[in-house]
């Protein structure tokens, strides 16, 4: 707005003002008002259409995104949290937009983690034998040299590990998430050590640090301050960083489910 119209409007407001202390002119102050009244209205049913149109738009997003989403028992949550998700996303409120897709993930995982019969000698037998990889050259899957077990390369101990050690209740979230990267979103044949999942695992991991957002109370370790203070400085590019994520995730373990 120009400072000529600007100045403009100022005088006639000035000019309404003085018409409306004058009792003669009531009637014009009434109907003014009703004016008013109507404009706000109006502008507030607009402004609830477009609310309306935006909420209607993300419910077709999170619809279309598990459409083809295998784990039909969990769907409707997880499209009630990926709504809430991209709500937030919208309110540029990174904490809850975090805990939100964190939702996603840990409710996939804890629900495949569900179908693993830790007691089963199958599974100890699997979690006892050594990690397997694709060799490119011989193109087949190979047992790793290395001496690297699958019990080992889930719960990050290298000592051996006994049956007793996979105990249902000895699995954090972190070694749920490890076992359905392996055997759920790598399919079983991944390499130890292998960048690609460390990288999987650590933009999972920097997901579930920000989820610890919504948990305050207790002191950060010296870990956990180091990426809070690299990634919310940085939140608006960890918004597409982690939207990423998700997409690959939930496509990698549809693809592979049964």
């Given at each position: 707005?120009?400072?000529?119209?600007?100045?403009?409007?100022?005088?006639?407001?000035?000019?309404?003002?003085?018409?409306?202390?004058?009792?003669?002119?009531?009637?014009?102050?009434?109907?003014?008002?009703?004016?008013?009244?109507?404009?706000?209205?109006?502008?507030?049913?607009?402004?609830?259409?477009?609310?309306?149109?935006?909420?209607?738009?993300?419910?077709?997003q999170a619809l279309n995104f598990y459409?083809?989403?295998?784990?039909?028992?969990?769907?409707?949550?997880?499209?009630?949290?990926?709504?809430?998700?991209?709500?937030?996303?919208?309110?540029?409120?990174?904490?809850?937009?975090?805990?939100?897709?964190?939702?996603?993930?840990?409710?996939?995982?804890?629900?495949?983690?569900?179908?693993?019969?830790?007691?089963?000698?199958?599974?100890?037998?699997?979690?006892l034998s050594l990690i397997s990889?694709?060799?490119?050259?011989?193109?087949?899957?190979?047992?790793?040299?290395?001496?690297?077990?699958?019990?080992?390369?889930?719960?990050?101990?290298?000592?051996?590990?006994?049956?007793?050690?996979?105990?249902?209740?000895?699995?954090?979230?972190?070694?749920?998430?490890?076992?359905?990267?392996?055997?759920?979103?790598?399919?079983?044949?991944?390499?130890?050590?292998?960048?690609?999942?460390?990288?999987?695992?650590?933009?999972?991991?920097?997901?579930?640090?920000?989820?610890?957002?919504?948990?305050?109370?207790?002191?950060?370790?010296?870990?956990?301050?180091?990426?809070?203070?690299?990634?919310?400085?940085?939140?608006?590019?960890?918004?597409?960083?982690?939207?990423?994520?998700?997409?690959?995730?939930?496509?990698?373990?549809?693809?592979?489910?049964?």
């Open positions: 707005m120009s400072e000529n119209k600007k100045e403009s409007l100022e005088k006639l407001l000035l000019f309404i003002s003085d018409i409306c202390k004058d009792d003669e002119n009531a009637w014009f102050a009434k109907d003014l008002s009703l004016m008013v009244n109507k404009v706000n209205a109006s502008n507030k049913n607009i402004d609830s259409i477009y609310e309306y149109c935006i909420k209607e738009i993300i419910k077709d459409k083809d989403f295998k784990l039909i028992e969990i769907k409707p949550k997880l499209i009630d949290d990926f709504i809430r998700m991209e709500q937030f996303k919208r309110e540029d409120n990174f904490e809850d937009f975090c805990l939100a897709m964190f939702q996603q993930i840990e409710n996939i995982v804890i629900h495949l983690f569900s179908k693993f019969d830790l007691n089963s000698k199958v599974f100890n037998d699997a979690a990889r694709y060799n490119p050259n011989e193109k087949k899957i190979v047992r790793d040299k290395n001496g690297i077990t699958i019990g080992n390369f889930i719960f990050q101990k290298y000592k051996e590990l006994r049956p007793i050690d996979v105990r249902r209740e000895t699995w954090y979230y972190s070694n749920k998430f490890r076992a359905v990267l392996y055997y759920n979103y790598f399919n079983e044949t991944i390499e130890y050590k292998t960048k690609v999942f460390d990288d999987i695992y650590g933009i999972g991991n920097e997901l579930y640090q920000m989820r610890n957002l919504n948990h305050r109370g207790s002191n950060l370790s010296s870990y956990q301050e180091k990426m809070y203070n690299e990634i919310v400085p940085n939140h608006n590019k960890y918004y597409f960083k982690f939207l990423g994520f998700l997409e690959d995730f939930v496509s990698e373990i549809n693809k592979n489910l049964h």
